[in-house]
Each structure stands twice: as structure tokens, then as C-alpha cells.
T-cell receptor
Framework: KAGVTQTPRYLIKTRGQQVTLSCSPI?????VSWYQQTPGQGLQFLFE???????NKGNFPGRFSGRQFSNSRSEMNVSTLELGDSALYLC???????????FGEGSRLTVL | GESVGLHLPTLSVQEGDNSIINCAYS??????FIWYKQESGKGPQFIID?????DKRQGQRVTVLLNKTVKHLSLQIAATQPGDSAVYFC??????????FGKGTRLHILP
């Protein structure tokens, strides 16, 4: 069974630009969560989607948004990038209601 | 509020010894706790979980202990091996299916 796939793996943007990250969950997993990982703050919860609906949201500004498609694939978008948005963005899929998250390898975003 | 923290950012253990990684949580409503392991360049990987109606749960070479009175969680790794070198995160589910992670402990294995 294929794991969680995230694209792109690495990207460099400049301040003010926007970025879209993609996540393909494990087949059969309908819940997708996104996390931001930085050395100082650890893993911070961004949002969770299930059946194309956002079920939970973390404490991030409105510049961070996401969506889920009917095939459970998910995207997250960050607009008006700031230097502090440089981080590893991790996507995880799961069976809904399960704490066993299956993570992808992440998308490493560098904002210059 | 919702926060999960760890007592030590780094832990060094001799190969073959047992490792104990600690975690404190603050949300008394949390009823489900998980430990994850993250190796360099990879996403976190599920190790073991425990529900709040249990005090102890054992897996292969790992044991999780939960003390709800003091809101403390620990992960014990028996006979630590070089492959155990990683960052370990505790995480909690505060009954809203939102999994919140602590900041992690880096485990170093000494030869």
C-alpha cells in the first residue's frame, strides 16, 4: 500500500508570494491533517479535513488555508508569505477518529 | 489550555540500556495519548498509544505509562539500539480529534 505522498518536497519562495502544497493520503484514508514543523515550535496543528470539510483548525492566521477534494487528496495554501513561514509542512492521513496518523515526508518551504 | 510538553529536549543513553522519555500534558479532558518517532528526513511514525482508562500498555520493546493524577506520560524503550536514535514526540487527543504534539525529545544512543 502506497504511503502518504507530498509534493513538492522542497521549494523556495520570496516574501509576499503564495504557495500551494499537495498531499495524497493512503488509499482508503479519508481524514487528512496538516502540521507545520519548525525547530523552535515543534509540530503545530494547522487543520484537519474529512469528506471535503474542515473539521478542526489550529491557531494560524487566515493566510493559511486548505481544502480537500472528493478523492481525499488535500492541498494547503499560504498567501503573502513571510520569513517566519519557513518550515517543514507535514501532511498526515488516517482513518477518521484514529490517533494513528500516517505522515508523509513533508514539504520543506524556505521563504527568502 | 491545550499544550503538551516534554521535560528534556535531549536524552543520551548507552546502547543496550533502557531509555525513559517523559511528557507532561495540561489538558485534563484528553482521553487518548500517542507516542511518535521521527527519524532524520522523515515524517513522524506511530509507536504506541494509550487511552485514559489504562495506566500501562506494552508493545514490542516499548512501554507507555500514563499517570492521570499528575498528567504525566512516559515512553520506555528496552535495550536501546542505534536504530532508536530519533526525536520522540508525545501527542494528545483532547476529545475533538485534534492531535496536539509536544516539542519532542531527541534520543542519542552512545556506543
Amino acid at each position: 500500500k502506497a504511503g502518504v505522498t507530498q509534493t513538492p518536497r522542497y521549494l523556495i519562495k520570496t516574501r509576499g508570494q503564495q504557495v500551494t502544497l499537495s498531499c495524497s493520503p493512503i488509499s482508503g484514508h479519508r481524514s487528512v491533517s496538516w502540521y507545520q514543523q519548525t525547530p523552535g515550535q515543534g509540530l503545530q496543528f494547522l487543520f484537519e479535513y474529512f469528506s471535503e470539510t474542515q473539521r478542526n483548525k489550529g491557531n494560524f492566521p487566515g493566510r493559511f488555508s486548505g481544502r480537500q477534494f472528493s478523492n481525499s487528496r488535500s492541498e494547503m495554501n499560504v498567501s503573502t508569505l513571510e520569513l517566519g513561514d519557513s518550515a517543514l509542512y507535514l501532511c498526515a492521513s488516517s482513518v477518521v477518529g484514529s490517533g494513528e496518523l500516517f505522515f508523509g515526508e513533508g514539504s520543506r518551504l524556505t521563504v527568502l | 489550555g491545550e499544550s503538551v510538553g516534554l521535560h528534556l529536549p535531549t536524552l543520551s543513553v548507552q546502547e543496550g540500556d533502557n531509555s525513559i522519555i517523559n511528557c507532561a500534558y495540561s489538558n485534563s479532558a484528553s482521553d487518548y495519548f500517542i507516542w511518535y518517532k521521527q527519524e532524520s528526513g522523515k515524517g513522524p511514525q506511530f509507536i504506541i498509544d494509550i487511552r485514559s482508562n489504562m495506566d500501562k500498555r506494552q508493545g514490542q520493546r516499548v512501554t507507555v505509562l500514563l499517570n492521570k493524577t499528575v498528567k504525566h506520560l512516559s515512553l520506555q524503550i528496552a535495550a536501546t539500539q542505534p536504530g532508536d536514535s530519533a526525536v520522540y514526540f508525545c501527542a494528545e487527543d483532547g476529545r475533538d480529534d485534534k492531535i496536539i504534539f509536544g516539542k519532542g525529545t531527541r534520543l542519542h544512543i552512545l556506543p
